[in-house]
T-cell receptor, first 109, second 116 residues
């Protein structure tokens, strides 16, 4: 099983749509989980950390399911500016991040 | 808002040459990292650095690579003899601390390395 798997997409959605991404991980010892956003040829930018109880930041909701070893990201009311690649990541050791290959989102008018 | 900075933004070099990529982490951060991303591929961990020594490194980080914190602000990645396959975007990151898990890491804008 790969360390982390993401659906590469692209997800093509209209403005205002709700879209959800999942990411599975293989290391059951991982303690920290994150969603990063990456625009073309730019650095990953932290979108949100993912907590066991689930957490929300405006239009974004992140969930963690330890039993099934996946995290999810829900984006409500999609904006054109949400178009990017969304990277899931988790702690792969004491202080390194393992990244997924990313899910591409394209929001169209 | 404090941010990680990197120089140069783009480095072109000939195969076999040495390159040094520079990073200035966020000032109160204690952990520093290098990652790389080959075009079209995922971000890969190279090395983490704390208290003036390497705390973890990946299989990619072989003897051709080294890191250094030459002064109180810079953090450098040196590639001794570049290969074509070293062409990638190199990201520096820093975090305030790690407390058993992994603290949030903030990434610099990257240096695009092109080896000819």
């Amino acid at each position: 099983r790969k360390e982390v798997e993401q659906d590469p997409g692209p997800f093509n959605v209209p403005e205002g749509a709700t879209v959800a991404f999942n990411c599975t991980y293989s290391n059951s010892a991982s303690q920290s989980f994150f969603w990063y956003r990456q625009d073309c040829r730019k650095e990953p930018k932290l979108l949100m950390s993912v907590y066991s109880s689930g957490n929300e930041d405006g239009r974004f909701t992140a969930q963690l399911n330890r039993a099934s070893q996946y995290i999810s990201l829900l984006i409500r009311d999609s904006k054109l500016s949400d178009s990017a690649t969304y990277l899931c990541s988790f702690s792969g050791g004491y202080n390194k991040l393992i990244f997924g290959a990313g899910t591409r989102l394209a929001v169209h008018p | 808002e404090p941010e990680v900075t990197q120089t140069p933004s783009h480095q072109v070099t000939q195969m076999g040459q040495e390159v040094i990529l520079r990073c200035v982490p966020i000032s109160n951060h204690l952990y520093f990292y290098w990652y790389r991303q080959i075009l079209g591929q995922k971000v890969e961990f190279l090395v983490s650095f704390y208290n003036n020594e390497i705390s973890e490194k990946s299989e990619i980080f072989d003897d051709q690579f080294s890191v250094e914190r030459p002064d109180g602000s810079n953090f450098t990645l040196k590639i001794r003899s570049t290969k074509l396959e070293d062409s990638a975007m190199y990201f520096c990151a820093s975090s305030e601390q790690t407390s058993g898990g992994t603290d949030t890491q903030y990434f610099g804008p990257g240096t695009r390395l092109t080896v000819l």
